[in-house]
Nanobody, 119 residues
Framework: VQLQASGGGLVQPGGSLRLSCAAS????????MGWYRQAPGKQRELVASITTGGSANYADSVKGRFTISRDNAKNTVSLQMNSLKPEDTAVYFCNAKHYRDSVHYSAYWGQGTQVTVSS
């Protein structure tokens, strides 16, 4: 599975950005998709994830501001980010998972895309 992310950039506080990620390769094996982020000096953290059925999960810090969506026909996942804050500044990574069983999975990562929120 290959993941190609796009859409990062520089935005002022309170602004919006939309990240997109397209999957290719063994796409039939993909279960969950999502976005993680990593700020300088911090660990990578989950931002949002979505199942093939459309059930979404969000980090508390982005609830009500970010919306994840998925188009299974086009094999894409998007993250609409509104009301951006300086603390949202990070490199954002697209992620896909294939579950081998209820516990074990294979994870795939796209290249990171920089999001900078600054005035």
């Amino acid at each position: 599975v290959q993941l190609q992310a796009s859409g990062g950039g520089l935005v002022q506080p309170g602004g919006s950005l939309r990240l997109s990620c397209a999957a290719s390769g063994s796409i039939s094996s993909i279960d969950d998709m999502g976005w993680y982020r990593q700020a300088p000096g911090k660990q990578r953290e989950l931002v949002a994830s979505i199942t093939t059925g459309g059930s979404a999960n969000y980090a508390d810090s982005v609830k009500g501001r970010f919306t994840i969506s998925r188009d299974n026909a086009k094999n894409t996942v998007s993250l609409q980010m509104n009301s951006l804050k300086p603390e949202d500044t990070a490199v954002y990574f697209c992620n896909a998972k294939h579950y081998r069983d209820s516990v074990h999975y294979s994870a795939y990562w796209g290249q990171g895309t920089q999001v900078t929120v600054s005035s």
